[in-house]
């Protein structure tokens, strides 16, 4: 299926307040009059969402790297099929809280380099890039503080501590740097508002 909507992703380390920004950005979209689905990863569809609860509660320990790299791409097929490729096959504008480049990060690099597997299982299972990713860049500390200081259960990766979160951070930051086409590199350690602007300029750039 090739639609003609618009593929919008945002990715960032745990904490960096994209998913506040997905949301205002989505409202912001819809003001404008604009179709819109907002989503996330892992999740976004009933099957994904059953997934989610497999891959973020429990012991950080309860799932080797290839196991959970399985499972966050029979996700995101799940969801793809079902949520992201319909609403562009019917023009919408799709927003996405994190997608293939988090499994690239999380799953490719914090346990080894897993990053050929990834990209090979990418290629066989989902094949599809977003039109944009927007990255909210964060320094790891803060954004670590903030991630704990949500009370909840989804703490597996969390649980993995600074360590993670400065790999993740760089990591990011070079993803940004392999796929310059689609990724665009927003300062988070600002206030919501201000980062709301930046997202929502760039934004209506590409929907021109
Ligand atoms: P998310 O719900 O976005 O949490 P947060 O709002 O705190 O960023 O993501 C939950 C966790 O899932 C996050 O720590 C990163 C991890 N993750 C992966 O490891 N691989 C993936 O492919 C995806 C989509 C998420």
């Known amino acids: 299926m090739t639609g003609t909507g618009l593929f919008l992703t945002f990715e960032g380390i745990d904490g960096s307040g994209k998913s506040s920004q997905a949301r205002m950005?989505?409202?912001?979209?819809?003001?404008l009059g604009h179709?819109?689905?907002?989503?996330?990863?892992?999740?976004g569809s009933a099957g994904a969402e059953e997934i989610r609860r497999l891959v973020l509660e429990g012991d950080p320990d309860r799932w080797s790297a290839e196991t959970e790299l399985l499972l966050?791409?029979?996700?995101?097929?799940?969801?793809?099929?079902?949520t992201i490729e319909p609403a562009l096959a019917a023009g919408k504008v799709?927003?996405?809280?994190?997608?293939?480049?988090s499994t690239r990060m999380y799953q490719g690099l914090s346990r080894g380099n897993l990053r050929d597997l990834v990209d090979q299982l990418h290629t066989l299972m989902i094949g599809r890039e977003p039109d944009l990713t927007l990255l909210i860049d964060m320094d790891p500390?803060?954004?670590l503080s903030r991630a704990k200081g949500r009370q909840g259960t989804e703490e597996?990766?969390?649980?993995?501590?600074?360590d993670l979160q400065q790999k993740m951070r760089a990591g990011f930051l070079a993803l940004a740097?392999?796929?310059?086409n689609r990724f665009r590199v927003i300062d988070g350690n600002r206030?919501?508002?201000?980062?709301?602007?930046?997202?929502t300029d760039i934004v209506l750039q590409a929907l021109r």
């Open 35 to 43: 179709d819109v689905v907002l989503t996330r990863e892992p999740g």
């Open 191 to 199: 206030d919501m508002d201000s980062v709301a602007l930046d997202v």
């Open 141 to 143: 500390q803060t954004g």
């Open 94 to 101: 799709v927003i996405c809280d994190r997608f293939a480049d």
């Open 156 to 162: 597996r990766f969390e649980d993995f501590g600074i």
């Open 72 to 82: 966050f791409t029979a996700a995101r097929r799940d969801h793809l099929e079902r």
């Open 25 to 31: 950005l989505a409202e912001r979209l819809r003001d």
């Open 177 to 180: 740097d392999e796929f310059s």
